[in-house]
């Protein structure tokens, strides 16, 4: 009743529906008897999230802010700012090489791996703010640069740690408030990012370029 294979990667722009409060709970309905209960849970809470309130300026900043992360691009400027100020070439380098090879393990080998639907695909009243993605859904590759390089920075800068994390979170929201990611996706990507994280400090430690 609620899937709609024609949203399927297609990358025009498209309009957000408003929901009332009677359709999202037929929605809702209808999806539990077809999920298992953690997945409705998470479909619960991507239509909570994605159809909080939308004015013009909210769509403008979630959308900036999704874009200045694509691919890490948000940690990259970081990087070069820091290093222009700390001169530290060992950790300027480690931060490129993580972002880099994070991107690449999501992009090209764990979302294709698990080929999970974007949930503009599964829902109708989906609310999509842009272009929609041409690649999987899970997990959110935004999400996982963003917890990569705000857990990089924040135990290298452990004073600003709060303000890392707290920027990589609302990465993570505007990627659900946006209409492309499930809760799910934003979660486990930021787990992973973390886990990618401290492999790379790991791994550094061993080489003795940390």
């Not at 890392?164 to 787990?191: C, E, K, M, N, Q």
């Amino acid at each position: 009743m609620y899937e709609n294979r024609d949203y399927a990667y297609s990358s025009k722009e498209i309009h957000t529906y408003p929901v009332s409060t009677e359709e999202t709970i037929g929605i809702i309905k209808s999806l539990s008897k077809k999920l298992k209960p953690w997945q409705t849970f998470d479909t619960i809470l991507f239509i909570a999230i994605n159809h909080l309130p939308h004015t013009y300026m909210s769509r403008k900043i979630m959308s900036m802010i999704s874009t200045f992360c694509q691919h890490g691009l948000c940690w990259v400027v970081a990087d070069v700012i820091t290093f222009r100020r700390t001169k530290d070439y060992k950790f300027s380098v480690r931060v490129l090489a993580t972002i880099a090879s994070t991107d690449l393990l999501v992009e090209q080998i764990i979302k294709k791996r698990f080929r999970r639907r974007r949930p503009y695909i599964k829902l109708i009243r989906a609310m999509v703010v842009g272009r929609k993605p041409n690649s999987w859904s899970f997990p959110s590759g935004h999400s996982t640069l963003a917890f990569v390089g705000a857990d990089l920075f924040a135990r290298k800068h452990k004073k600003f740690r709060k303000l890392f994390y707290g920027f990589a979170a609302l990465v993570g929201f505007s990627r659900i408030y946006l209409g492309f990611h499930y809760p799910s996706d934003v979660l486990i990507g930021a787990g992973t990012g973390i886990i990618l994280s401290r492999l790379s400090e790991k791994l550094a430690n061993l080489l003795g370029i940390k």
